[in-house]
Nanobody, 125 residues
Framework: QVHLAESGGGWVQPGGSLRLSCAAS????????MGWFRQAPGKEREFVAG????????YYADSVKGRFTISRDNVKNTVYLQMNSLKPEDTAVYYC??????????????????WGQGTQVTVSS
């Protein structure tokens, strides 16, 4: 069983930045590909960014490409999402997810095995 705990959400003005963290309570963290998803009110959960087990491959949704950066620290068992140039449409609950196995990035929700509880990000003036 893998427990994921997100942190770093909050309120920020348009154009601002936030860094989300997701700490995983698992000894074999390096054996999991990781992803960030988000869900805005009244909308379906959507893929934001993903990173392979080694960190060698990353993938981003078109809506965040060039503004968000995903990274991981396999010593600290943590994955990060650096969010710059935030827009009001980035407002959502952001979820961290883990995909078991030394696999690559997936954008599909049902390919992830474990999920965190989410952290709220609000972008407004």
């Amino acid at each position: 069983q893998v427990h994921l705990a997100e942190s770093g959400g909050g309120w920020v003005q348009p154009g601002g930045s936030l860094r989300l963290s997701c700490a995983a309570s698992v000894r074999t963290f390096r054996s999991y590909a990781m992803g960030w998803f988000r869900q805005a009110p009244g909308k379906e959960r959507e893929f934001v960014a993903g990173i392979s087990w080694s960190g060698g491959s990353t993938y981003y949704a078109d809506s965040v490409k060039g503004r968000f950066t995903i990274s991981r620290d396999n010593v600290k068992n943590t994955v990060y999402l650096q969010m710059n140039s935030l827009k009001p449409e980035d407002t959502a609950v952001y979820y961290c997810a883990a995909r078991q196995g030394r696999v690559g990035v997936s954008t599909a929700i049902d390919e992830y095995d474990y999920w965190g509880q989410g952290t709220q990000v609000t972008v407004s003036s």
